[in-house]
């Protein structure tokens, strides 16, 4: 019974392309936000969202655009894919107010 | 500029013995700290946190301990278990904002040999 789950696990794309990576949570949490990993191993923030309101978004370029249908799914959309996007990208959830974050599994985007 | 720092990107200890992972931070205005742990193809799961009111806070095996004149903690594993084989993520938020607030480190992959 996984908490958060995102697909695809893996995404292997031509630079360019529009993709999307999906998230859900069934832990009832209202915060979801997605992290990026990048070749240096940094997890950093990109969204974050609270019952379905953008609250944070750090310096992410637009072809990036989050989407939040309800607080438990929370998906990323990448136009025009280019080869600076290929990194781990980790969908999370927490409490409201909360630090302890529960992460998905990963997916890792790999731009050609 | 690296707020959370681990400067050791690994660490090798034999079973039995204890682990000691490190981070340095450099902003004074972070209050609270956490401990992720991540295997292979995994999410980061949580381990351990604490307050800056604290110095150290402990739960089974793992520990973790706050010098903030320093704006140094570490967490310390005793005994290690081969299963403890992982990267360690240390992770600072400013005053227990939220998660959208969290700073990680880059990660020290602790390997335990049998």
């Known amino acids: 019974d996984t908490a958060v789950s995102q697909t695809p696990k893996y995404l292997v794309t031509q630079m360019g392309n529009d993709k999307s990576i999906k998230c859900e949570q069934n832990l009832g949490h209202d915060t979801m936000y997605w992290y990026k990993q990048d070749s240096k191993k940094f997890l950093k923030i990109m969204f974050s969202?609270?019952?379905?309101?953008?609250?944070i978004n750090e310096t992410v370029p637009n072809r990036f655009s989050p989407k939040s249908p309800d607080k438990a799914h929370l998906n990323l959309h990448i136009n025009s894919l280019e080869l600076g996007d290929s990194a781990v990208y980790f969908c999370?959830?927490?409490?409201?107010?909360?630090?302890?974050?529960?992460f998905g599994s990963g997916t890792q985007l790999s731009v050609l | 500029d690296q707020q959370v720092k681990q400067n050791s990107p690994s660490l090798s200890v034999q079973e039995g013995r204890i682990s000691i992972l490190n981070c340095d931070y450099t902003n004074s205005m972070f209050d609270y700290f956490l401990w992720y742990k991540k295997y292979p193809a995994e999410g980061p799961t949580f381990l351990i946190s604490i307050s800056s009111i604290k110095d150290k806070n402990e739960d089974g095996r793992f520990t973790v301990f706050l010098n903030k004149s320093a704006k140094h903690l570490s967490l310390h594993i005793v005994p290690s278990q081969p299963g403890d084989s992982a990267v360690y993520f240390c992770?600072?938020?400013?005053?227990?904002?939220?998660?959208?607030?969290?700073?990680f480190g880059e990660g020290t992959q602790l390997t335990v040999n049998p």
């Open positions: 999370a959830s927490s409490q409201a107010g909360a630090e302890k974050l529960f």
């Open positions: 969202y609270n019952n379905k309101e953008l609250i």
């Open positions: 992770a600072a938020s400013p005053l227990r904002t939220s998660g959208s607030r969290l700073t």
